[in-house]
C-alpha cells in the first residue's frame, strides 16, 4: 500500500509539471511567434540593399525556438495522457522524447551563445554597408538611403560612431531626424541601438531556455521514479 501510495504521489506530481510544462510551451510558441512578428525586427531584417538581403541569423533562433514551442506543447500532452493511464509505454516514449528535446536545448543553447555577438555584428555591418553608400551617392545610393532611413525612424538613432552620429545630422538631414540640435546632444548611436535591441530579445530567449531546462530535468526524474514504481506495483 505504501508504494501503491507512493506512487500515486508521484504521478500526480507528474501530471502537474507536466500541465506547467505545456504552459511553457505555449508560452514560449507565444514568446517566439511575437519576436518573429515584432515591428522593429522585421522592419530592419527584411531590408535588401540592392542583391544584399540583411543578415537572417535572428530569424534562425526564432524557428528554433517556434520548433521548441511546439515540441513542448506535445511532449507535455503525451507526458500528462502517460501518467493519467500510467503508462510504461507512454512513459518511457515521454522520458525519450524529453532527452531528445534536452539535448536539442543545449545545442541550440551553445549555438546562441556563440553567435549572441555576431547577430548585432551582421546587423551593424549591413547597416555601414548601407549608411556608406547612401552619403558617397554610390550607384546604389536610391535603395541605401531608403535603408538607412528605415534603420533611423525604426530605432530612432542617427550614425554608426560618434563623429558619424553627431554631424550627420547637420549636413544630410535627409538621412537623419531634422531636429538636428536635438540629435547633436542625444548622440543616438545606431550600433548602441542595434545591440541593445537583439541583446534584450536574446537575454529573453535565455531566461525562457533555464526556466523549461530546470521543469525538463523534474520531469525526466520524477518519470523514470514514476515506472520505477508502476513496475514494482504491478510485482506486488
Not at 538613432?157 to 542625444?186: H, M, N, Q, Y
Request: glycine content about 8%; aromatic content about 12%.
Amino acid at each position: 500500500m505504501g508504494v501503491e501510495g507512493c506512487t500515486k504521489c508521484i504521478k500526480y506530481l507528474l501530471f502537474v509539471f507536466n500541465f506547467i510544462f505545456w504552459l511553457a510551451g505555449g508560452i514560449i510558441l507565444g514568446v517566439a511567434l511575437w519576436l518573429r512578428h515584432d515591428s522593429q525586427t522585421t522592419n530592419i531584417l527584411y531590408l535588401q540593399l540592392g542583391d544584399k538581403q540583411a543578415p537572417n541569423t535572428f530569424y534562425v533562433g526564432i524557428y528554433i525556438l517556434i520548433a521548441v514551442g511546439a515540441v513542448m506543447m506535445f511532449v507535455g500532452f503525451l507526458g500528462c495522457y502517460g501518467a493519467i493511464q500510467e503508462s510504461q509505454c507512454l512513459l518511457g516514449t515521454f522520458f525519450t522524447c524529453l532527452v531528445i528535446l534536452f539535448a536539442c536545448e543545449v545545442a541550440a543553447g551553445i549555438w546562441g551563445f556563440v553567435n549572441k555577438d555576431q547577430i548585432a555584428k551582421d546587423v551593424k555591418q549591413f547597416y555601414d554597408q548601407a549608411l556608406q553608400q547612401a552619403l558617397m551617392g554610390e550607384s546604389e545610393a536610391n535603395n541605401a538611403k531608403a535603408v538607412v532611413k528605415t534603420f533611423h525612424e525604426t530605432l530612432d538613432c542617427c550614425g554608426s560612431d560618434i563623429v558619424t552620429a553627431t554631424f550627420t545630422p547637420v549636413w544630410r538631414d535627409d538621412l537623419c531626424r531634422k531636429d538636428s540640435l536635438k540629435s547633436f546632444f542625444e548622440n543616438t548611436n545606431c550600433h548602441k541601438k542595434i545591440d541593445e535591441l537583439f541583446s534584450g530579445k536574446l537575454y529573453l530567449i535565455g531566461i525562457a531556455a533555464v526556466v523549461v531546462a530546470v521543469i525538463m530535468i523534474f520531469e525526466m526524474i520524477l518519470s523514470m521514479v514514476l515506472c520505477c514504481g508502476i513496475r514494482n506495483s504491478s510485482v506486488y
